[in-house]
């Protein structure tokens, strides 16, 4: 028989595909920080953040950044200059992990399906094999019923 396989054994080849930005130190970080933009809780902190800097520049609490607020523009430049390579970066390596495990998946069900046919196939077997010893079963019943009839005439009957 058979020895069973792992239900993940598709998966396995795949496992090297690493978190987007590697494993070491900068990686996780990276990602971290990817991850953190576009979420609320970063939207908010932005928000407040700029808020405080206008409205601190604007009232003359401090004359850092003037109006039009030239340093505030630049500090806008740099963050998107690194963020949208790191959102991008790990889109596309999230992408590339997505597809091949959905490939492994795609071949894990297409072996179940291949078992499940190969299991069809075996219970028609039987199947077949169980009508063709039922018919057997049949044709010996009424051989045996044929005999016992010729039998009981010759046992039973009026001698002369």
């Not at 049949?138 to 019923?145: D, G, T, V």
Request: hydrophobic fraction near 45%; proline fraction near 4%; aromatic fraction near 10%.
């Amino acid at each position: 028989m058979q020895e069973p396989r792992h239900h993940l054994r598709f998966h396995e080849e795949h496992q090297h595909l690493t978190p987007a930005f590697g494993e070491d130190w900068f990686g996780v970080k990276a990602e971290r920080f990817a991850r953190f933009f576009g979420t609320p809780k970063f939207l908010v902190a932005q928000t407040l953040m700029v808020a405080v800097w206008v409205i601190v520049n604007a009232t003359g609490l401090t004359h850092f950044d003037v109006y039009p607020f030239i340093f505030l523009n630049l500090a806008f430049s740099l963050q998107a200059a690194y963020a949208a390579p790191l959102i991008l970066l790990a889109q596309t390596r999230q992408a590339d992990r997505d597809k091949a495990l959905a490939e492994a998946d795609a071949r894990h069900r297409e072996a179940l399906s291949q078992a499940s046919l190969e299991q069809t196939r075996q219970v028609l077997q039987l199947l077949e094999q169980n009508t063709q010893l039922t018919q057997v079963t049949r044709e010996l019943s009424q051989r045996i019923e044929a005999l016992t009839e010729q039998i009981h005439r010759k046992v039973a009957a009026p001698t002369p």
